[in-house]
């Protein structure tokens, strides 16, 4: 079956420093990717939508100048949480569509984020 | 983007089946309903999806009413290893986004 990894699965960073993670599908070829975050007891709240070669398309509420986000080939999406701070640690998980045409999502095993 | 109705958490006993419910009285014609999981600290996986029919794979059953404005995801026996949450999914034929509920927390008593 399809596989999305994530770099690094787990990070402690300083208030005021970038943090990236990436997103990587193993197996298959991902024209669309798409960033979640999710704070502890919550679902998963859709962040922006990563097209390969194009803008990322940001959800009503994210910052885009903060959480930056690159689709540079068809295997690799990355999200750069920049001037990170406390209020920004939470669980960020990638998915990626499959292949299949049935809307079906392959998902990444998620980036604990932790800003001191 | 059609909405879903889950209960918030639902409790089973260990090697019974479960039965886990979802209303989604607004689905369109062509909206695909898929069913995922997140084990905890875990990115959530797929479980299974239909569109009008009943389905089986091998990790789960979907039991989708005739009018489609429900469906049921059944486990058949459940183990310590299924308590997760479960979320429970409409997404549109041609659309990508998946937009994700509050779910149902699966509790597996031994």
């Known amino acids: 079956g399809a596989v999305v990894s994530q770099h690094p699965s787990r990070v402690i960073c300083k208030s005021g420093t970038s943090v990236k993670i990436e997103c990587r599908s193993l197996?298959?070829?991902?024209?669309?990717m798409f960033w979640y975050r999710q704070f502890p007891k919550q679902s998963l709240m859709l962040m922006a939508t990563s097209n390969e070669g194009s803008k990322a398309t940001y959800e009503q509420g994210v910052e885009k100048d903060k959480f930056l986000i690159n689709h540079a080939s068809l295997t690799l999406s990355t999200l750069t949480v920049t001037s990170a701070h406390p209020e920004d640690s939470s669980f960020y998980i990638c998915?990626?569509?499959?292949?299949?045409?049935?809307?079906?999502?392959?998902f990444g095993p998620g980036t604990r984020l932790t800003v001191l | 983007d059609a909405k879903t109705t889950q209960p918030n958490s639902m409790e089973s006993n260990e090697e019974e089946p479960v039965h886990l419910p979802c209303n989604h009285s607004t689905i369109s014609g062509t909206d695909y309903i898929h069913w995922y999981r997140q084990l905890p600290s875990q990115g959530p996986e797929y479980v299974i999806h239909g569109l009008t029919s009943n389905v089986n794979n091998r990790m789960a059953s979907l039991a989708i009413a005739e009018d489609r404005k429900s469906s049921t995801l059944i486990l058949h026996r459940a183990t310590l290893r299924d308590a997760a949450v479960y979320y429970c999914?409409?997404?549109?034929?041609?659309?990508?986004?998946?937009?994700f509920g509050a779910g149902t927390r699966l509790f597996v008593k031994a």
């Open positions: 999914i409409l997404s549109p034929l041609g659309g990508f986004k998946t937009i």
């Open positions: 998915s990626a569509d499959g292949t299949s045409g049935n809307n079906e999502q392959f």
């Open positions: 197996d298959f070829q991902a024209t669309t």
